[in-house]
């Protein structure tokens, strides 16, 4: 079946960190550039994070920047974000998506395939 999957989203505590993986299944994600985005409630969905077909070029929204990494294992045919010194503000359903080019792109229009969301809570 077609499809990405998210996992790793919980439950933690500011200052903390976690590792969101996206697999796919049904199509290989070394040929799209992917993007990690996020929604929280009441809010626009937003770009995170996103890494180019190759892997060698990633971009990050300023409020990411220097605590989130984003990664790719093309053997697993997975995508990771690992995630350190959240806070409060990062609590959101996180998603990643698949890009219709190979390069990276912080516009959603340009990603044709999502998953279903991983939800991170960041709290005390």
């Known amino acids: 079946q077609l499809q990405l999957v998210e996992s790793g989203g919980a439950l933690v505590q500011p200052g903390g960190s976690l590792r969101l993986s996206c697999t796919a299944s049904?199509?290989?994600?070394?040929?799209?550039?992917i993007g990690w985005f996020r929604q929280a409630p009441g809010k626009e969905r937003e770009v995170v994070s996103c890494?180019?077909?190759?892997?060698?070029?990633?971009d990050y929204a300023d409020s990411v920047q220097g605590r989130f990494t984003i990664s790719r294992d093309y053997a697993k045919n997975t995508v990771y974000m690992q995630m350190d010194s959240l806070t409060p503000e990062d609590t959101a359903v996180y998603y990643c998506?698949?890009?219709?080019?190979?390069?990276?792109?912080?516009?959603?229009?340009?990603?044709?395939?999502w998953g279903r969301g991983t939800q991170v809570t960041v709290s005390s």
């Open positions: 998506a698949a890009s219709f080019r190979l390069g990276p792109s912080p516009d959603l229009l340009e990603y044709g395939m």
């Open positions: 049904g199509i290989a994600l070394h040929y799209h550039a």
């Open positions: 890494i180019s077909s190759g892997g060698g070029t990633t």
